[in-house]
């Protein structure tokens, strides 16, 4: 894939696999449960590591965790873990992978509460993602009042791995938050499409 000279945030560099993350999904409304269940796994792993990292594991954890499928992964015994303990196509952390199991059951509990785990999550930030026109990189804080929160409910309904830090990375990924900084192409196209929907 060719990376093409366009303004990007600063973060994406110039790895191709990145960049394509990027211009593609980083920032854009996520509704779907199971690409949801995917990122919030996802941005578990990648506590004390780099993102790039994670994405290079990608199709790993997508073959691990069958498919991100809640379901299926809530039903993984004590011997799936283990056994994913040692597969080196993902982190092989182990509280991280038990997390995962964790997650999934707590995420089948809040889909049945509410309908669905996206009903639950985007109430949040009231249905329409957030756009606070960052104008650099370093404006881009760590975590908010709205992660922090979201944090604390998560917790309560037995996720782990989903500190504030960690859900604010989850809201700017799934699109919650349009965290693209004004200069970058997709900032406009992002804030775009959000004004149709309105």
Known sequence: MQVTSVNRCAWAGSDPLYCAYHDLEWGVPVHDDRLLFEFLTLEGAQAGLSWITILRKREGYRRAFAGFDPEAVARFTDADLVRLAGDEAIVRNRLKIASTRDNARAFLGVREEFGSFDAYLWRFVDGIPLQ????????????????DQLSRDLKK?????????IC???????????DHTVE???????????????
């Open 157 to 165: 309904r037995g996720f782990r791995f989903v500190g504030s830090t």
């Open 168 to 178: 604010y990375a989850f809201m700017q990924a799934v699109g919650m938050v349009n």
């Open 184 to 198: 970058c192409f997709r900032w406009a196209e992002l804030c775009g499409n959000i004004e149709e929907k309105r």
């Open 132 to 147: 606070p026109a960052r104008r650099t990189l370093a404006e881009v804080p760590a975590s908010t009042a709205v992660s």
